[in-house]
């Protein structure tokens, strides 16, 4: 595996999103990094939230949006 790389592509073989003109992923705004919140559980087991940075996971951390609400949704509906 290459690690450290500016990724262009999300890993899979073929993607499409990754090969199409591509709009910016709306999790990230294309800036390929996200910040969702974590539950956390404490000393007392109570579960609270943490906000955390990573990679975007929703692009596979290209900034490309790879799961559009709107694309038609194959063999249902
Ligand atoms: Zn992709
Ligand atoms: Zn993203």
Redesign the pocket.
Known sequence: MRVGRTRQ????DG?E??AGAGRPCRFCAGTRRWRPERPLRDADGVIGWVRVEEECRM??G?G?E?NPLDAPAAGSR
């Open positions: 592509r999300c890993g899979v993607c999103w990754c692009c596979g290209t490309r790879h």
